[in-house]
């Protein structure tokens, strides 16, 4: 069976708008044959079921996850399919702490580049992931893709680059400007002017973190071609596809880009020659996703498939899904928990991991049964209550019992 790699769909003339399934595409490319495999850009992580891209199928198999899908066809190639195989120990480790430095160094930047500025968010990214989500994930994912950023890089204190932060800051300087006489004030600012001024406050700082990022990359990668040796890793390819991210995209704040391009020259065009190599000419985003023509045509290097439209019982549940997730109780019950790690070191921990998969999503069909169920039930009852078709039973209130005292209450007189 043709193995199904699923990722983020195309955006800034490159295949994916994620680092790391650029990463997964490049891998591929490099060590499967063009007819085993097939590129889908599904861009929904929810309509795979580990709920994260990108995702490798298998037959009835998922890996997601850069590192894992890597792992997975070295084990079921039996090392065939794997670009490390060449390297010694020493490289092996050094390989290792090359692809956790770029996941660590890499990621926040382009989380500040892409979602946390706020001028690139609203003017490019927003429209890149319009472009490739379909309703209702073209309102829901992008905010959550953002918040995701955030948090990743609020380590960097670079908060600022933020419009809601940027507003803040803009509030506590008309505090202090109530105090100056208007002959001395400064001009009000723009939004896209304080953005701009708080670009430059924060310049040497973005200059410290970008510096840490690409000095390490030029010296390991030296006069080389190639990381380690004259061959591709698994390292190459983070690398390219971080640095990707980096050099294409025509941002309004471009301060990463510029960065690669005037300071490291050497590392941009590199990269610029490589990116070439591993996705080729620029993708379509129209096309690949078969809203026009063009998919089966032979300048395609990558074997790229049209995903499937969603039905409409997946757009309601999806529409449902939106709902339940930021709930704080039935949420996170909702949600798909981690399923483990197998300790066995075959092919059988990821047919295990399947099984508790499998169970998992088992209980969430019961929620979304159950909670779609007691919907359509309450909603009917409230319009035959509104139609006056349902009524509320009313309890008839009968007359008052007399009380009986016996033979006493005649002594007495009372009845």
């Not at 379509?284 to 998919?295: A, E, Q």
Request: charged residues 25%; glycine residues 8%; contains cysteine.
């Amino acid at each position: 069976m043709v193995l199904e790699l699923h990722i983020w769909g195309p955006a800034f003339d490159l295949p994916s708008i994620d680092a790391q399934c650029l990463a997964a595409v490049c891998y591929l490319r490099t060590c499967l044959p063009s007819d085993g495999w097939s590129l889908i850009p599904s861009s929904d992580p929810t309509r795979t079921p580990l709920g994260e891209l990108p995702a490798l199928r298998d037959g009835g198999t998922w890996v997601a996850g850069f590192n894992n899908i890597v792992a997975y066809l070295r084990d079921i190639s039996n090392g065939e399919w794997d670009l490390d195989k060449d390297l010694d120990e020493n490289q092996r480790a050094d390989r290792a702490a090359l692809s956790s430095f770029l996941d660590s160094r890499g990621q926040p930047l382009l989380d500040l580049s892409l979602y946390v500025s706020s001028d690139n968010y609203l003017n490019s990214t927003r429209q890149a992931l319009g472009a490739i989500l379909s309703w209702p994930s073209s309102w829901t994912i992008p905010h959550q893709l953002r918040a995701k950023a955030k948090k990743r890089s609020e380590h960097l204190g670079l908060g600022s680059l933020d419009v809601d932060t940027a507003q803040e800051d803009k509030g506590e300087d008309a505090v202090l400007t109530a105090h100056i006489p208007k002959s001395l004030r400064k001009p009000k600012q723009t939004v896209s002017g304080l953005l701009g001024r708080n670009v430059q406050k924060n310049k040497f700082r973005l200059d410290g973190i970008t510096s840490d990022f690409f000095e390490p990359l030029l010296e390991a990668l030296e006069d080389e071609d190639c990381f380690f040796g004259e061959e591709d890793s698994s390292a190459d390819c983070l690398a390219i596809a971080y640095l990707a991210l980096m050099q294409n995209p025509e941002l309004p704040q471009g301060w990463l880009k510029d960065t690669l391009r005037n300071k490291y020259p050497k590392m941009n065009h590199w990269n610029r020659t490589r990116v070439e190599e591993a996705f080729g000419p620029s993708v379509d985003v129209d096309m690949v996703l078969g809203r026009k023509d063009g998919l089966t045509s032979e300048k395609l290097v990558l074997p790229w498939r049209i995903p499937e439209k969603r039905t409409l019982p997946q757009t309601l549940q999806a529409v449902l899904e939106s709902c339940i997730e930021p709930l704080p109780v039935l949420g996170s019950w909702y949600a798909i928990s981690d399923v483990g790690r197998e300790q066995s070191g075959n092919i059988d921990r990821y047919h295990t991991k399947q099984v508790r998969l499998a169970r998992l999503h088992r209980r969430r069909e019961i929620y979304f049964q159950v909670l779609a169920s007691t919907c359509a039930v309450t909603g009917l009852a409230g319009w035959m209550l509104y139609k006056g078709m349902l009524k509320f039973p009313h309890r008839v209130l009968g007359a008052p019992k007399s009380r009986s005292f016996g033979q006493a209450g005649a002594l007495f007189g009372l009845m």
